[in-house]
């Protein structure tokens, strides 16, 4: 078996240097697209990081490993009608049309090419009629199959049947390529139903955003990458259209609608449902359908109700860039999706309500140099022509990026992003007038606004920066280094479990903002707020919520703030600590106390540490406790966040407060202080020094993957807190000091 252990490091190098290369973007025209990303050369493989057993056999994560349970792949690959020479010296007409093999092969190419033209022009629409028949079979190409038939947009597909090896399956879609020329490939691989679902309550819920924050992400990564390769595109020709999956209604970005509909079929799948004839047939054939996209796509209606598919559908002709995407949905199977979890919470495109906020000339003007080309046959369907009505896919940049950026913590390119979208508006106006003047055709204008989408997502810095959050990834699953993946999906599971028992005293408000502001540092970031209200509760009912909510934030660090607060409390694993004078200011003392319910206003942030973190916290605990003058020193008030940063020596010069001796613990893998795994290398050094400035800082600016939670506990109903304590999405607390 490959060992990840050995490659993880490799992929994070090469998606690097893959997302960093050159590209070579290409798009075919009517409808079908090339490959627009970097050649099989530049680009590095998930294939390094597979888990293959000595048969080439993959198992996704939780999967018994025995015949029938390992993941399987299939492909299929579309040809038009002027593709298809190659196939007529492999394949020819049945029996049924009288034409014997030999006669066949003796007809001039152009001859067969006319025969071929004329069946697909007898065969019905939606009639799955054979177009060729397999002429001889053997055992080296018996994984070709016996026909070849029309689909619906009137191409001819070849369909293989699934394989359990990688490698043959890879094999075979490289011998359909070289001896048929390439099509328009897609892939199919599906696992389990076990593996990717889960039945047990609490984690169900947990499974469920890890797989769709997955979709998520790549949904919209793909989409970036596909941009950032076509604005290298548009740099060398300005005359070519480099985004034209945008105008096609089957490839573009994912839109609300359709979002909505995979996000309801997930979840009823999740909770144990199996789909209906009606359902599996709005996967396959509705225009409004959630396969269409030019990513990997859910696809629950291939291999149900025991196994789970994904197709891979924007490879195009790209042979590299499908056989990359394909292992790169085996790596999520066999690893797990928990780095996705925050994505979960991202809102799809909705290109109704984007288009309409661009001026009414804009929205004109786009619908001018992008027309309409919807089949006759579906114009009066009003869903089905909506997603024809691809003007709306170029306001894709004008989306709210917010809820994206906090899930993959870059908050910081906020004003990037705003940039970026005032820059692309501008070219926008500015292609608008040139072509209202007659200094450019519509034609120049569809290239150029095409050029402009295809420029923000590297004016955004949002390609990039989902590249990195690619990139980083391995390392979270990889055995020799610490995560926060594990303890995340704990928590995550856990909290589905409080809310569920305390749904009448606990309610979870997405996207509450803080902000934050030093010298050096101007920022406002969204967290998850868990709102516990005691109110009404009896004294054993509070016991019992105080009891529940330390096994929820358990083997992590909490900071228990009151309004204008002048002391840091410090709460882990059911313990208050405090450093700081008692019980006058001459007598420096570290305490410890039962954590209690709060029963008046407070804010607690909820810091996730890694299982390494939070045995060398308890160890750090522990040398306090035996010697705390060695560990901690002299207290002193003003605190010198200059420590001596070990776990057994953690003084300073000047002494430690009641926030330094905590926002400066030494608990990382690599001696990393507190302060700095919450993201404060670059922060100014007296936030550790204040409880106010600390949790201020800490709520401002650590990361999502950091800072999952903060709790606010309060006496009043959860309706009258919502109502008093909010002003929009903003929570009204003052840091200050009294």
Not at 203 to 225: P, R, T
Not at 342 to 367: G, R
Not at 594 to 614: H, I, Y
Request: positive net charge; proline residues 4%.
């Amino acid at each position: 078996m490959n060992s990840y252990s050995k490659n993880h490091k490799f992929l994070i190098a090469a998606l690097v240097l893959v997302f960093g290369g050159a590209f070579t973007p290409e798009v075919h025209a009517a409808n079908r697209c090339e490959s627009i990303f970097m050649s099989e050369a530049e680009r590095a493989s998930y294939i390094q990081l597979l888990q293959l057993d000595h048969q080439g056999l993959g198992f996704a994560k939780g999967s018994a490993k025995t015949a029938g349970k390992e993941i399987q792949f299939g492909f299929e690959s579309e040809y038009t009608i002027n593709e298809l020479a190659p196939f007529t010296n492999f394949y020819g007409p049945t029996p049924e049309s009288g034409i014997s093999k030999q006669a066949w092969l003796s007809m001039p190419l152009e001859s067969r090419m006319g025969w071929i033209k004329e069946k697909l022009k007898s065969i019905p629409f939606g009639a799955k009629d054979p177009v060729l028949v397999l002429m001889e079979k053997s055992p080296e190409l018996g994984f070709l199959p016996s026909k070849l038939i029309r689909d619906d947009t009137g191409n001819v597909e070849i369909i293989l049947d699934p394989v359990s090896d990688f490698g043959t399956w890879k094999k075979q879609v490289q011998w359909v390529n070289r001896n048929f020329g390439v099509g328009s490939m897609q892939s199919m691989v599906s696992q389990p139903r076990e593996t990717f679902y889960a039945d047990t309550p609490g984690y169900k819920e947990v499974a469920f955003k890890e797989n769709l924050g997955y979709f998520n992400f790549f949904h919209q990564a793909d989409v970036l990458e596909r941009m950032a390769s076509g604005a290298q595109k548009f740099q060398n020709d300005p005359t070519k259209e480099v985004m034209k999956p945008f105008l096609h209604p089957y490839l573009g970005p994912m839109m609300k609608m359709r979002h909505k509909k995979m996000v309801n079929t997930l979840e009823a799948i999740s909770d144990g449902q199996v789909l209906t004839k009606e359902d599996l047939e709005a996967v396959v054939r509705r225009e409004q359908s959630f396969k269409y996209i030019g990513s990997t796509a859910y696809r629950p209606d291939i291999g149900g109700p025991h196994r789970m598919s994904q197709e891979v559908r924007d490879a195009h002709k790209d042979e590299g860039l499908l056989i990359d995407r394909t292992a790169r949905s085996v790596f999520y199977a066999q690893q797990g999706r928990s780095a996705f979890m925050n994505m979960a919470d991202v809102a799809a495109f909705d290109s109704m309500a984007t288009f309409s906020q661009l001026p009414t000339n804009t929205q004109a003007f786009l619908k001018k140099i992008f027309p309409v080309k919807a089949p006759k046959q579906i114009q009066e369907f009003e869903n089905a022509l909506f997603v024809h009505e691809t003007y709306r896919n170029f306001s894709y940049p004008m989306k709210s990026w917010r809820s994206t950026l906090q899930a993959i913590d870059r908050m910081d390119l906020v004003k990037t992003v705003e940039t970026a979208q005032a820059t692309y508006m501008t070219e926008l106006q500015k292609i608008e007038n040139d072509l209202n003047s007659g200094h450019n055709t519509v034609e120049q204008a569809s290239a150029q606004v095409q050029g402009a989408l295809a420029q923000f997502a590297i004016n955004s810095k949002l390609h990039e920066a989902f590249k990195k959050f690619e990139a980083d990834i391995p390392a979270k699953y990889s055995k020799t280094t610490e995560s926060l993946v594990t303890p995340r999906r704990g928590l995550e599971f856990r909290l589905q479990t409080f809310l569920k028992k305390w749904a009448n005293s606990a309610r979870l408000v997405d996207s509450v903002t803080f902000k934050y502001k030093d010298e050096k540092q101007k920022t406002a970031s969204d967290r998850k707020m868990l709102v516990l209200s005691t109110e009404g509760l009896s004294s054993a009912e509070i016991a019992r919520l105080e009891t529940d909510y330390v096994s929820l934030v358990a083997g992590n660090i909490t900071f228990p703030l009151k309004e204008r607060a002048s002391h840091t409390l410090v709460q882990f694993n059911g313990t208050i600590f405090n450093f700081g004078y008692a019980p006058i200011q001459a007598f420096p003392r570290f305490r410890q106390n039962d954590f209690q319910a709060g029963q008046s206003r407070r804010l607690e942030s909820v810091l996730m540490l890694t299982r390494g973190e939070e045995s060398r916290f308890n160890y750090y605990i522990q040398n306090i406790r035996k010697d705390k003058k060695a560990v901690l020193g002299k207290f002193n008030l003003e605190g010198d966040p200059k420590t001596n940063g070990k776990l057994t020596d953690n003084r300073s010069e000047c002494g430690n407060n009641c926030t330094t001796w905590i926002a400066k613990a030494p608990i990382g893998e690599r001696g990393e202080s507190v302060m700095d795994l919450a993201g404060g290398q670059q922060s100014v050094p007296w936030v550790a020094q204040n409880p106010g400035w600390w949790n201020s800082w800490i709520l401002g600016t650590a990361s999502q993957e950091r800072l999952p939670l903060v709790v606010y506990w309060t006496p009043e109903s959860l309706a009258k807190t919502m109502e008093k304590d909010f002003s929009g999405n903003t929570f009204n607390w003052d840091f200050n000091r009294k």
